[in-house]
């Protein structure tokens, strides 16, 4: 549980700050770009590599509930957890729903993608 906390923490703290620090572009025009990755690029790699640390961590918290309701056949347990990881990434939202919307994707995809289950089930046996 306490690891859990942590996790989510940093995973909020690496998304919020990294969101905070990529650049704003108020158009999307190549010479725009071009000029942020020649003169800002340790700041981008910065924001980028926060950005990969905070869905790691939250995907993280992810697989473990994933692997505990897999295991119970029961929701209720982590429920609690689910709709915290929701208001997290609601609260996230608020600065930037496209960078939101697809840190949600990776640490969903990646958080069920590595989780370690075994179904037991009668026509199948692993």
Do not use: H
């Not at 990969?52 to 119970?72: C, D, H, N, P, T």
């Not at 609690?80 to 939101?100: C, D, M």
């Not at 697809?102 to 037991?120: H, P, T």
């Amino acid at each position: 549980m306490k690891k859990r906390i942590v996790l989510l923490i940093i995973g909020f703290w690496c998304l919020k700050k990294s969101l905070s620090m990529f650049p704003s572009f108020e158009q999307y025009r190549l010479d725009i770009i071009l000029q942020v990755l020649l003169f800002e690029p340790f700041k981008l790699l910065g924001a980028t590599v926060l950005y990969i640390l905070g869905f790691l961590a939250i995907a993280r918290v992810i697989k473990r509930i994933y692997e505990q309701i897999m295991v119970s056949n029961s929701i209720k347990k982590e429920l609690l957890w689910i709709i915290v990881i929701g208001l997290l990434f609601l609260y996230i939202s608020l600065e930037s729903v496209l960078a939101t919307l697809v840190s949600v994707g990776f640490s969903l995809f990646y958080g069920i993608m590595d989780a370690n289950i075994q179904r037991k089930s009668r026509y199948f046996n692993s």
